[in-house]
């Protein structure tokens, strides 16, 4: 079983930067596409940024140039490098991962969320 934690979370004001950690836990043979996703209620999950195995990314066009996500494949571990935060970046911030486990099976699974709040 695998099992993803985010932390990193909060309260900012605008401007403000905060970094986001995932760290996956657990029995796997290999992560290969990492992603950072946000909800906020009422609307759907949307993807803000992912990481493929080959450290190719894609950003949603709302935070290009102000977020960056990066891998450590040492400490199985993604991060996403929050800048210029606005007040509509407020959601929670879930992470995914697409996990090969050690009988090569693939699935994804979610972490449980962080809150970050953009507000004076």
């Known amino acids: 079983q695998v099992r993803l934690v985010e932390s990193g979370g909060g309260l900012v004001e605008p401007g403000g930067s905060l970094r986001l950690s995932c760290r996956a836990s657990g029995s796997f043979y290999s992560i290969s596409r990492w992603g950072w996703y946000r909800q906020v209620p009422g609307n759907e999950r949307e993807l803000v940024a992912s990481?493929?195995?080959?450290?190719?990314?894609n950003y949603a066009d709302s935070v290009k140039g102000r977020f960056a996500i990066s891998r450590d494949n040492t400490r199985s571990t993604v991060y996403l490098e929050m800048n210029s935060l606005k007040p509509e970046d407020t959601a929670v911030y879930y992470c995914?991962?697409?996990?090969?486990?050690?009988?090569?099976?693939?699935?994804?699974?979610w972490g449980q969320g962080t809150q970050v709040t953009v507000s004076w």
């Open positions: 995914n991962a697409d996990v090969r486990d050690k009988r090569l099976i693939d699935f994804a699974t």
């Open positions: 990481i493929t195995a080959g450290l190719s990314t």
